[in-house]
């Protein structure tokens, strides 16, 4: 883990290095929420893998494939 890592993401920062590994105490639900509000649809198949990222499925901007959301929020397409 980066020692430099903030602990919550915000709108004017990303973490260069997300997905962050950590303790993610998003709930699926919470997680699926968080995805879609970056812009993804038919998110699914969600599974916390033992980095302490939620790892699934999702569509944007036409294209699905594979996604991940990190403790401090930080969605990203994989």
Do not use: C, H
């Amino acid at each position: 883990m980066q020692g430099d890592a903030p602990a919550v993401t915000t709108p004017d920062t990303k973490n260069a290095t997300a997905p962050v590994e950590g303790a993610n105490s998003f709930t699926e639900a919470q997680a699926k929420e968080r995805i879609a509000e970056a812009g993804y649809t038919d998110v699914g198949s969600l599974k916390l893998d033992d980095q302490g990222v939620w790892r699934g499925t999702a569509t944007k901007d036409g294209k699905s494939g594979p996604v991940g959301l990190d403790y401090q929020g930080n969605v990203v397409a994989q």
